[in-house]
């Protein structure tokens, strides 16, 4: 086991792995955020659930520990083709022209995504768990809705930060999902193509909820 981990294809295996998880919780993520075009009482009580929930705080570790092992085997892999020289650096140059850009730019993309990341948790999540979130008076819960809207109705330049982020996740989750399933030898030529049109609608679904949010409180509400 230690061998194949230790492997080009093992090393692949585990940031596939880690990858699926982080875009299930994606897909959680963007449901509550769309909770903030219901209203505050909605988007509180799912934020307070998410943040007391015995089993979400277990997950915490969980998925801080999936971003580290992606991001960790990602700088590695990269770090290992761009060491490769010689017939096995052409053939990966001739792929490349068959391929996506996003797929060639993955690691970029995936920086972006880091930086927008520690931003994003430096706003939110470090504020409700060390303090500084405002809180609901009479109740023992973060007005998080407040929080939220009062940044992005605050600054064009946080909400441009934001769109950037979401696009370059959307770019980022167009090669992804298909690209996670094959390493893990769940496709083949048919499958690729399904798991590939599903990925690009789950990429601008994503995409949208995350870049439009933080305008729709600057410019509509």
Avoid: C
């Amino acid at each position: 086991m230690a061998g194949f981990l230790s492997s080009s294809i093992g090393k692949k295996f585990l940031m596939s792995l880690s990858g699926l998880f982080l875009i299930l919780f994606l897909a959680v993520h963007a449901t509550l955020n769309s909770l903030l075009l219901v209203g505050p009482e909605a988007y509180n009580e799912a934020a307070n659930f998410m943040a007391t929930n015995p089993f979400i705080k277990v997950m915490e570790p969980i998925l801080a520990l999936g971003f580290i092992i992606h991001i960790v085997y990602a700088l590695i892999l990269e770090v290992s083709n761009m060491g490769k020289v010689g017939p096995v650096g052409y053939k990966m140059a001739k792929r490349s022209h068959q391929s996506t850009w996003s797929s060639r730019n993955m690691i970029y993309l995936g920086l972006i995504i880091l930086t927008f990341l520690v931003i994003h948790l430096a706003n939110f999540f470090w504020k409700v768990k060390f303090g500084g979130a405002p809180e609901i008076e009479g109740t023992n819960m973060h007005d998080t809705y407040k929080l939220v809207t009062d940044l992005f109705k605050s600054s064009l330049i946080i909400d441009i930060i934001y769109l950037i982020g979401a696009i370059a996740l959307g770019l980022h989750l167009h090669h992804a999902l298909w690209s996670a399933f094959q390493t893990l030898g769940w496709s083949n030529d048919r499958w690729r193509k399904i798991w590939s049109v599903i990925g690009d609608i789950y990429a601008i679904v994503i995409a949208m909820i995350f870049g439009l949010i933080p305008l729709y409180f600057y410019f509509i509400n």
